[in-house]
Antibody, heavy 122, light 106 residues
Framework: QLQLQESGPGLVKPSETLSLTCTVS??????????WGWIRQPPGKGLEWIES???????YHNPSLQSRVTVSVDVSKNQFSLTLSSVTAADTAMYYC??????????????WGQGTLVTVSS | DIQLTQSPSSLSASVGDRVTITCRAS??????LNWYQQKPGEAPKLLIS???SFQSGVPSRFSGSGSGTDFTLTINNLQPEDFATYYC?????????FGQGTKLDI
């Protein structure tokens, strides 16, 4: 059974950089037809897709965040990571990592981590 | 960006009822729409992937339909475990976007 687990600091100061890692177990991150994504959800609000990355490091981002987002993949550790720079209170959210299936009829997120709450506050 | 508008935003129903949730896209997205269920304190769970493929373990009382700009999620014979928030998500183009959610409660 595939499992994803987010890790990272729960509290980040304004203007600093948020860094999160997703560890995948039960399956290899190095597989074709799968991307690995980050989605966030501010408290009490809806879902926002942040970015998706392939195991080769090829990635695409939400333009609303693109200039602040950096992603990376560590195949040897079966992990992928997200960094978001210059954070503000608006970046306070539950951050989920998820597996994205690249399907002919449309991609979808089928496995999700439990999420990690990141609060931006001084 | 493609905007998805769900209606209603909240819905009260009873066990055994049939409910329908609508998702309208701001432009045509063919059948590139997924549905997720989220319970409090949990991650979203994929219910239906485009165009109407059930995920393993999803009961047959759930069904999805639609194309273009108008989509529906129907739940027949509501069960206690179905009370949750439901989100649609378009996978037609990036940035992927989600509807604002429909909260289904008793």
């Amino acid at each position: 059974q595939l499992q994803l687990q987010e890790s990272g600091p729960g509290l980040v100061k304004p203007s600093e950089t948020l860094s999160l890692t997703c560890t995948v177990s039960g399956g290899s991150i190095r597989r074709s037809n799968y991307y690995w994504g980050w989605i966030r959800q501010p408290p009490g609000k809806g879902l926002e897709w942040i970015e998706s990355v392939y195991y080769t490091g090829s990635a695409y981002h939400n333009p609303s965040l693109q200039s602040r987002v950096t992603v990376s993949v560590d195949v040897s550790k079966n992990q992928f990571s997200l960094t978001l720079s210059s954070v503000t209170a608006a970046d306070t959210a539950m951050y989920y990592c998820a597996r994205q299936v690249a399907a002919a009829k449309g991609d979808y997120f089928d496995y999700w981590g439990q999420g990690t709450l990141v609060t931006v506050s001084s | 960006d493609i905007q998805l508008t769900q209606s209603p935003s909240s819905l009260s129903a009873s066990v055994g009822d049939r409910v329908t949730i609508t998702c309208r896209a701001s432009q045509g997205i063919s059948t590139y729409l997924n549905w997720y269920q989220q319970k409090p304190g949990e991650a979203p769970k994929l219910l239906i992937s485009a165009p109407s493929s059930f995920q393993s373990g999803v009961p047959s009382r759930f069904s999805g339909s639609g194309s273009g700009t108008d989509f529906t999620l129907t739940i027949n014979n509501l069960q206690p475990e179905d009370f949750a928030t439901y989100y649609c998500q378009q996978c037609y183009t990036t940035p992927y976007t989600f509807g604002q959610g429909t909260k289904l409660d008793i």
